[in-house]
């Protein structure tokens, strides 16, 4: 299974029409360590990844689109009320087709 471009070309767009909202990033910083969460604002999208600023002592970090695919980070994007999920669009995994014996 790949990511394609046009589906990291969606979600840069998905996440391009949210600068400037606020976002709750969930990321495991290693194998026995609990999942930290931090609040930030997007703050802008690029070919291959995304800015976003922390109010946690203002300052900046980074995070690759394929981060979201392969669930490295989670990103949930505040729309007023609550905090819903950005989700990867979901990829369509092809079923191999199995040969069948035939017997004569």
Do not use: H, W
């Amino acid at each position: 299974m790949g990511i394609y471009r046009s589906e990291i070309a969606d979600l840069r767009k998905n996440i391009g029409e949210n600068i400037g909202q606020k976002i709750i990033i969930k990321e495991s910083p290693g194998k026995r360590s609990k999942p930290q969460e931090k609040v930030a604002v997007i703050e802008n999208t690029y070919n291959s990844y995304f800015r976003v600023k922390f109010e946690e002592a203002n300052r900046v970090g980074s995070y690759n689109y394929t981060d979201l695919f392969t669930r490295n980070i989670e990103v949930k994007l505040y729309n007023g009320e609550e905090y819903e999920p950005i989700l990867p669009p979901q990829v369509e995994l092809k079923k191999k087709r199995t040969p069948v014996a035939v017997e004569g």
